[in-house]
């Protein structure tokens, strides 16, 4: 069966780092376009990051020039790597798996980003 795990989140201070990962099994990773996703308390779940099987990257410009979307096909692992972490990154985490049709069809469990000082 389809799972994604996703690790890497913790308490970093305001312009610090971080990497997500997302562990992908149980379908032909390299084929489908994967995507990050967050969600703040109080707020709806939002677009970060995504990449399709070729390789090519959107980042929704609040992120653009701070977080990299990348994927590992042999490690069947998708990477969100952060910088200059701000408060308002806040939220938990999302990696979500993308079909031909252009929906998210699978999600892993999230985890938490916690920028404050």
């Known amino acids: 069966q389809v799972q994604l795990v996703e690790s890497g989140g913790g308490l970093v201070q305001p312009g610090g780092s971080l990497r997500l990962s997302c562990a992908a099994s149980?379908?032909?990773?390299?084929?489908?376009?994967m995507s990050w996703y967050r969600q703040a308390p109080g707020k709806e779940r939002e677009l970060v990051a995504r990449i399709n099987s070729g390789g090519r990257t959107y980042h929704t410009d609040s992120v653009l020039g701070r977080f990299t979307i990348s994927r590992d096909n042999a490690k069947n692992t998708l990477y969100l790597q952060m910088n200059s972490l701000k408060p308002e990154d806040t939220a938990l985490y999302y990696c979500?798996?993308?079909?031909?049709?252009?929906?998210?069809?699978?999600w892993g469990q999230g985890t938490q980003v916690t920028v404050s000082s």
């Open positions: 979500a798996r993308r079909t031909l049709l252009g929906e998210e069809d699978y």
């Open positions: 149980g379908f032909t990773f390299s084929s489908y376009a």
